[in-house]
Nanobody, 123 residues
Framework: QVQLVESGGGLVQAGGSLRLSCAASGRIISSYAMGWFRQAPGKDRDFVAAINRSGYYTSYADSVKGRFTVSRDNAKNTVYLQMNSLKPEDTAVYYC????????????????WGQGTQVTVSS
């Protein structure tokens, strides 16, 4: 069992930055590919970014490529999402996810979800 707790969300102006953290407990996250998803009001939960077990490979949604960076510190059992050049359309609840699959299957295979953290970008 893995428990995931997100933090770092908040209100920021367009063009600003936020860094989300996802702290895991229960099992070491080095056993899992890790990812971030987001869900805006009235919309489906969408893939944002993923990182493989070693941290060497990453994957991003086209909408955030070049602006967001996913990273992980397996020693701290923590995953991060650095979000720069934020836009109002980035407003959503952001969820951390752990998958025993690969980053290529992250959109279809998530074993554990966090509770989410709200990110609001004002124009």
């Amino acid at each position: 069992q893995v428990q995931l707790v997100e933090s770092g969300g908040g209100l920021v102006q367009a063009g600003g930055s936020l860094r989300l953290s996802c702290a895991a407990s229960g099992r070491i996250i080095s056993s899992y590919a890790m990812g971030w998803f987001r869900q805006a009001p009235g919309k489906d939960r969408d893939f944002v970014a993923a990182i493989n077990r070693s941290g060497y490979y990453t994957s991003y949604a086209d909408s955030v490529k070049g602006r967001f960076t996913v990273s992980r510190d397996n020693a701290k059992n923590t995953v991060y999402l650095q979000m720069n050049s934020l836009k109002p359309e980035d407003t959503a609840v952001y969820y951390c996810a752990a998958s025993s699959g690969s980053i290529g299957t992250m959109t279809d295979w998530v074993d554990y979800w966090g509770q989410g953290t709200q990110v609001t970008v004002s124009s």
